[in-house]
């Protein structure tokens, strides 16, 4: 994110905050985050601050559902140009 958009969702997160549900996913574990907006630790921390609480935090593992579904849709044209060629 650049300074800009990471200002907007933290004004967004700041607005909704104990008002309103917030659905945020990420890639990154808690403890890889402490630079992911505009590598401005400050205004990280405050996100963080507010996000996990009160929060349920649903760890997700395994493969990746869009990533999955590239993968079988370049199998299948490769499958494709196969039969033609």
């Known amino acids: 994110m650049n300074r800009e958009q ?3 969702f933290f004004q967004v997160s700041a607005a909704l ?3 309103s549900s917030l659905l945020v996913t ?3 574990a ?3 985050r402490d630079t992911a907006l505009v590598q401005d ?3 990280t921390a405050a996100l963080l601050d507010r996000l996990p609480h009160r929060a349920h935090i649903a760890p ?3 493969e990746s559902y869009r990533l999955k579904h590239q993968r079988q849709a370049a199998m299948m044209r490769a499958c494709e140009l196969t039969e033609i060629g």
């Open 41 to 43: 630790t400050t205004l």
């Open 17 to 19: 905050y104990q008002r």
């Open 26 to 28: 990420s890639k990154l």
């Open 30 to 32: 808690f403890g890889q």
């Open 6 to 8: 990471a200002n907007l």
């Open 60 to 62: 997700i593992a395994g």
